[in-house]
């Protein structure tokens, strides 16, 4: 099955710009999709696909796809962004199986 | 309003069976996959399988597969998580989400969480 390695944690001063990459093979292939955890809290889809927000999702929150690697970027970071961030694709075998990446804790200075 | 409403935190003892559920409402419930995802303690998240309630198809991670089973009640709109024979290493939070399939595959609903303790 594939991998999907992210870094365990970054940090950003308040109103400045983080970006989270994810890594795997079969990025290469498939988009990403991208979750935020608060603690205590069930994960949120914040990005999904090329760079689509849900609705409700703040427009600071971008992703992009580069050969097997995505990233999801935060532009003016606030306070309410700290939280744990995972990312998600379909497996590179092409059934319907899916993998989360290791998680990357954002803290917010 | 689409959800999805998890059944409540359980506590049981090694050996005993357990199956959890997670009712969908606000969406045909047999149009979409349902996936399941544990998190262990302090862990990170861990995608486990998802079934296609309209079929009753069903995939597992290799990491999963023999030790779960994951199946669907159409007639309930309910998705379930079952254990024959729970492990202490079972504990952990575990959250059932819509997968929403396309162009881009994402899972956009997600359960509120089912709390699994397995303590003797």
């Known amino acids: 099955s594939s991998e999907l390695t992210q870094d365990p944690a970054v940090s950003v001063a308040l109103g400045q710009t983080v970006r989270i990459t994810c890594q795997g093979d079969?990025?290469?292939?498939?988009?990403a999709s991208w979750y935020q955890q608060k603690p205590g809290q069930a994960p949120i889809l914040v990005i999904y696909?090329?760079?689509n927000r849900p609705s409700g999702i703040p427009d600071r929150f971008s992703g992009s796809r580069s050969g097997n690697t995505a990233s999801l970027t935060i532009t003016g970071a606030q306070a309410e962004d700290e939280a744990d961030y995972y990312c998600?694709?379909?497996?590179?075998?092409?059934?319907?199986?899916?993998?989360f990446g290791t998680g990357t804790k954002v803290t917010v200075l | 309003e689409v959800q999805l409403v998890q059944s409540g935190a359980e506590v049981k003892k090694p050996g005993e069976s357990l199956k959890i559920s997670c009712k969908a409402s606000?969406?045909?419930?047999?149009?979409?996959?349902i996936g399941w995802v544990r998190q262990m303690p302090g862990k990170g998240l861990e995608w486990m399988g998802i079934?296609?309630?309209?079929?009753?198809?069903?995939r597992y991670s290799p990491s999963f597969q023999g030790q779960v089973t994951i199946s669907a009640d159409k007639s309930i709109s309910s998705a379930y998580l079952h254990w024959s024979s729970l492990k202490a290493s079972d504990t952990a939070m575990f959250y059932c989400?819509?997968?929403?399939?396309?162009?881009?595959?994402?899972?956009?609903?997600w359960g509120q969480g089912t709390m699994v303790t397995v303590s003797s």
């Open positions: 989400a819509r997968l929403s399939r396309g162009v881009n595959d994402a899972f956009d609903i």
């Open positions: 606000g969406y045909s419930f047999t149009s979409y996959w």
């Open positions: 079934i296609y309630p309209g079929d009753s198809d069903t």
């Open positions: 079969s990025l290469r292939s498939y988009y």
């Open positions: 696909g090329e760079n």
């Open positions: 998600n694709s379909r497996d590179s075998s092409g059934n319907p199986l899916y993998v």
